[in-house]
């Protein structure tokens, strides 16, 4: 079935470490998107791809990094610069850049100790 | 600047009560509107979406209303069960200029249905 597969599930960072989370989809589509989630609160977008090897920053880039070096990944690390990193993060993608056929992935909710 | 925002944080409904959802939106460019479902710790489930050109659509127990006139979007649910406990979030896509194609979320609504 195709679909989105964001690995890990759970993920603890220690203070002043980078982390990187996964973020495979078989669906085929051209563009992909990572979103920060707090408790209580809506989604705000960090980073998207609309196509290989380019990306854009969204609302709240700063502390993360994205690489889009195939289509079916889009890898998100959570760099030390980013103060406040314990959230639900998730990724999503569509067919096109006109959002069509939207699909999350099921989430990482990473935690700092 | 573009947002997206709910009428009301909280709705709490009996089973087989018909529950209604309310989002406001400010970009009046926005060609394309989602309704999410979030369960705890999950991901978003898509529902049911409408485009601009459209002002109502329905579908399973669902239906979605859009007044593009006070850019005001609802989600009905008919007859709710338990299992539409969760946080009901509106979206939309950008149709232009920066938010192209950029799916912008509003705070969300924390439906509770008592049985």
């Known amino acids: 079935d195709g679909g989105i597969t964001q690995s890990p599930k759970y993920l603890f960072r220690k203070e002043g470490q980078n982390v990187t989370l996964s973020c495979e989809q078989n669906?085929?589509?051209?563009?992909m998107y990572w979103y920060r989630q707090d408790p209580g609160q809506g989604l705000r977008l960090i980073y998207y791809s609309q196509i290989v090897n380019d990306f854009q920053k969204g609302d709240i880039a700063e502390g993360y990094s994205v690489s889009r070096e195939k289509k079916e990944s889009f890898p998100l690390t959570v760099t030390s610069a980013q103060k406040n990193p314990t959230a639900f993060y998730l990724c999503?993608?569509?067919?096109?850049?006109?959002?069509?056929?939207?699909?999350f992935g099921s989430g990482t909710r990473l935690t700092v100790v | 600047g573009e947002s997206v925002g709910l009428h009301l944080p909280t709705l709490s409904v009996q089973e087989g009560d018909n529950s209604i959802i309310n989002c406001a939106y400010s970009n009046s460019a926005s060609d394309y509107f989602i309704w999410y479902k979030q369960e705890s710790g999950k991901g978003p489930q898509f529902i049911i979406d409408i485009r601009s050109n459209m002002d109502k659509r329905q579908g399973q127990r669902v239906t979605v209303l859009l007044n593009k006139t006070v850019k005001h979007l609802s989600l009905q649910i008919a007859a709710t069960q338990p299992g539409d406990s969760a946080v009901y979030f509106c979206a939309e896509i950008g149709a232009g200029g920066t938010s192209y194609g950029k799916l912008t979320f509003g705070q969300g609504t924390i439906l509770t249905v008592h049985p």
């Open positions: 999503a993608s569509s067919r096109d850049d006109r959002g069509s056929g939207y699909t």
């Open positions: 669906l085929n589509h051209d563009a």
